[in-house]
């Protein structure tokens, strides 16, 4: 049995985690909708599936991650009504949908990588997935699934008796946020879009034929038709922020388990938490909203979100604030330097010494992921007395491709500098050394002192800087 245990939305509990294929590891995560920039509030739903992954294949596992692009038919509402995001923006750019997802989807790539997110071994876009999103519809109105109603093809809830599992919803009590009125015709508010059709008299952007008409399909189709195609029938992992958790991923379910009969669809839903900002929820809706750029406009480095978020587990509500950000940027500072001079360790580590950090590192994260308590077993080894060097740097090494802080990079590449005096001073300040006249070494020192040169003795010799 596995002593790994992940939370699970569906089943409202820790379960041991195991993958159904031995050795690899399938995981699905549902990406941006890329017509704006993505807020830190959204980086927190890619950072932690980058987490879960660089823990699982620290476990040895291969890991297949999953991660799409929604590029078309994500409504302004929830409840199949409202205007479709990505023919807004462009509409309001004076640009093509597909420019306009070029752009943000490129914008969103490099945000990740500059909080150091592994790419997904598949990065998908719902508008190269067509014709499997019309054939999972068809597939589901075979099943008698489906309805008609003037302005799309629904799926009929009352057709698959565990809708409300997922969500834990109360469908009687209408939960799920919709009111039954927001389309005309829906037998139950619950029901959703399969496919849309194109407004009489608009010409959409982004429009397929399909053998009800042409149109584009619904925001869920999209993450069921393409996890299946990548990943299989079912598979191990399903991440998401836990909004999703209530219609976009309950429909994704109820969708992929009418399609195939397959029960349970998929092993475990893992959902992070909102951060929230100014009292509620980053969210674009509210407009209080923060990207990377302007985090690193203010002179923040990106790798300080990234050990923001390590400092939560990613099933709490995280608070962002200035002071808590700030604080991060010192924390993650200070435990670059203290790592630093680990990068010249000579030796080798001891097996017995290291053991009992690495278990209680692993331990933190086998235990649903937590990473502040991980966190703090990095801070322990670089503080403790009883470690080596050598010891400290395995450690640290080997935590790193977990936690991804970059902690033993060489820092920034500052130009050297160079002086023939300067150089010829630090000389002759070793040479004193060498010979153990100290007082001449002491000497020279406080003259460099006094112009403003730091020296640093390294194992490869003396540098210089100006401080
Ligand atoms: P969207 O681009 O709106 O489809 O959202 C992309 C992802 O970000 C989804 O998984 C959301 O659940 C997640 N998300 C949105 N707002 C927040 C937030 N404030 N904190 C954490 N995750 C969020
Ligand atoms: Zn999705």
């Known amino acids: 049995m596995s002593d790994i245990v992940f939370y699970d939305t569906r089943t409202r509990s820790k379960q041991p985690f195991a993958p159904l294929e031995p050795d690899c590891v399938r995981m699905y995560t549902c990406g941006p909708t890329v017509y704006g920039p993505q807020h830190i509030g959204n980086l927190r739903s890619q950072l932690f599936p980058d987490l879960l992954r660089r823990f699982l294949e620290r476990e040895g596992f291969a890991v297949r991650h999953v991660v799409n692009i929604t590029d078309v038919g994500h409504l302004t509402d929830d409840a199949d009504d409202g205007d479709d995001k990505m023919e807004m923006a462009a509409a309001r750019a004076g640009r093509s949908a597909e420019e306009i997802a070029a752009h943000w989807t490129e914008h969103w790539r ?3 990588e500059a909080v150091n997110c592994r790419p997904p071994d598949v990065l998908c876009k719902a508008t190269e997935h067509i014709p499997e999103q019309i054939e999972l519809a068809r597939t589901l109105e075979k099943g008698g699934h489906t309805y008609r109603l003037p302005d799309g093809i629904y799926f009929d809830v009352s057709t698959f008796p565990r809708y409300a599992e997922l969500a834990h919803l109360d469908l009687e009590g209408q939960a799920g946020g919709h009111r039954i009125d927001e389309v005309a015709g829906k037998r139950h508010p619950a029901d959703f879009a399969l496919w849309k059709f194109a407004a009489e008299g608009v010409k959409r952007q982004q429009e397929w034929d399909s053998p009800w008409g042409r149109g584009f399909p619904g925001w869920h189709l999209e993450c069921t038709a393409m996890s299946s195609r990548y990943l299989g029938e079912t598979f191990d992992i399903h991440t998401g922020g836990i909004d999703l ?36 929820k980053m969210s674009k809706s509210l407009g209080n909203v923060l990207t990377l750029d302007d985090l690193v406009a203010g002179g923040l480095p990106p790798l300080a979100f990234r050990y923001f978020f390590l400092q939560a587990h990613y099933r709490q509500q995280q608070t962002f604030t200035d002071e808590a950000i700030q604080a991060a940027a010192t924390g993650h500072r200070r435990l670059c330097a203290a790592a630093a001079p680990l990068r010249d360790a000579k030796g080798v580590p001891d097996p017995e010494r290291v053991a009992p950090y690495r278990d209680r590192f ?65 000389a ?29 003795d390294t194992p490869n010799g003396p540098r210089w800087r100006r401080t």
């Open 110 to 112: 490099q945000n990740r």
């Open 245 to 280: 958790a209530t219609v976009h991923h309950t429909n994704e379910v109820a969708q992929a388990e009418c399609a195939t009969g397959v029960h349970p669809w998929v092993q475990f839903w893992m959902h992070n938490e909102f951060l929230d900002f100014q009292g509620v």
């Open 362 to 426: 692993r331990a933190a994260l086998c235990d649903d992921l937590n990473a502040p308590r991980a966190l703090a077993v990095a801070w322990e080894v670089v503080r403790a007395e009883e470690l080596t060097p050598a010891d400290r740097y395995a450690l640290i090494e080997d935590f790193d491709t977990v936690l991804g802080l970059d902690l033993l990079a060489e820092p920034e590449a500052t130009p050297v500098e160079t002086d023939p005096r300067i150089d010829a001073l630090v």
């Open 428 to 456: 002759a300040r070793e040479e004193a050394r060498a010979r153990k006249d100290f007082a001449e070494a002491d000497r020279l020192r406080d003259q460099l002192a006094a112009e403003g040169i730091a020296v640093e």
